[in-house]
């Protein structure tokens, strides 16, 4: 149902949010986009949920956080004149008092509304309880330690999707062949078999998706399970600053608008129309498509930012005809364009 969401976006709540970006470019002041998240015992969740909302609302934070009983997971950007205000209060919360939050960086347009949900999940694995016990997870490596146990001979493996690990990974990483995290720790459990005893690396952006994929593989019978501490956001870091030469080659695939945070100059994806060497994600132009993929220069020259020419020719339509062809149910562009790209992308990865 994704493209009929996207096409309302597109169509109804567009001036909303122009008028959301708007207001953010016009505010007077800086804001520091920054993460933190932590598995813990969470009660009453409604309760909480609108306690942070009016706190961080009265404060104008913005982002997207959520909470469930299993813990917290929050982006937000912060007025920089309320950090402080922010951390004070967030400390005065028991649950919250020790919670590590990520290194800021500088950038005002990360976000445009405040947003918090409840979920189930902070990372929406869907596996059953019964198959981790989150008090007892891998151990929580170093960029130093990591990079002593790949020059050991250790096993590495991506703890992301696969179109993150397409354009940058650890050298000689396991990438899961997997869209979404439903699929990933099966699929983890999987390519890991017949290992269980020995040393497995996991890695993910900023660490919690290791968090119960570490405490997963633990509990079906792993004995040497080890996370990057903070993931590849705290590794990059962490090797400019020490002046350490990078084990991550290519790109960090962010979820923000620019789509991926450069580590090392290296370009290890091709572009899914062409095969030319490229490493760009972007979102199909088509709003009711919006597929995301890898395209270079030139491919975006000629489909117009589109994954194919089925979709430039959609948008070069008149919107009210786009509409048109929607509400008759003519076509759904997202269901026909993951096959339609899927395969191809299975083809540049076998190459
Ligand atoms: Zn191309
Ligand atoms: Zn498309």
Request: charged letters at 30%; proline letters at 2%.
């Amino acid at each position: 149902m994704e493209f009929i969401i996207l096409l309302h976006n597109e169509l109804y709540n567009k001036k909303n949010k122009q008028d959301l970006k708007k207001k953010v470019k016009q505010e007077g002041f800086e804001r520091i986009t920054c993460s933190f998240y932590k598995y813990m015992p969470l009660q009453n969740i409604e309760d909480l949920r609108d306690q942070l909302y009016i706190s961080w609302n009265n404060l104008d934070i913005l982002g997207r956080i959520y909470i469930s009983n299993e813990g917290i997971n929050a982006q937000i950007s912060i007025p920089e004149h309320n950090i402080e205000t922010f951390k004070n209060n967030l400390y005065l919360n028991e649950s919250f008092k020790d919670i590590h939050i990520k290194p800021a960086i500088k950038d005002g347009t990360s976000f445009y509304k405040l947003t918090i949900k409840v979920k189930k999940e902070i990372v929406a694995y869907k596996v059953a309880p019964n198959e981790y016990d989150m008090n007892k997870v891998g151990t929580h490596l170093n960029y130093k330690e990591f990079n002593k146990a790949i020059d050991d001979g250790a096993i590495v493996i991506d703890v992301r999707n696969y179109y993150e690990g397409e354009i940058g990974k650890f050298e000689n990483a396991i990438i899961p062949d997997v869209d979404t995290s439903i699929e990933l720790l099966p699929e983890i459990k999987k390519l890991l078999r017949t290992k269980e005893k020995e040393k497995i690396l996991m890695y993910c952006t900023g660490g919690i998706r290791c968090e119960k994929a570490s405490s997963y593989l633990l509990h079906n019978g792993f004995k040497d399970v080890n996370q990057l501490r903070g993931g590849i956001v705290q590794y990059a870091n962490d090797i400019k600053k020490y002046n350490e030469k990078s084990k991550f080659i290519g790109k960090n695939f962010v979820f923000d608008h620019r789509l991926g945070e450069r580590i090392t100059d290296d370009i290890i994806s091709k572009c899914h129309q062409c095969t030319l060497e490229t490493d760009t994600h972007t979102n199909c132009a088509n709003q009711a498509c919006h597929i995301l993929f890898i395209q270079c220069y030139k491919c975006s020259k000629k489909y117009l930012r589109c994954c194919s020419q089925e979709c430039s020719d959609f948008i070069k339509k008149p919107k009210d005809e786009q509409q048109q062809i929607f509400r008759e149910g003519k076509i759904q562009f997202t269901a026909q364009k993951s096959m339609s790209i899927k395969p191809k992308l299975k083809n540049i990865k076998n190459n």
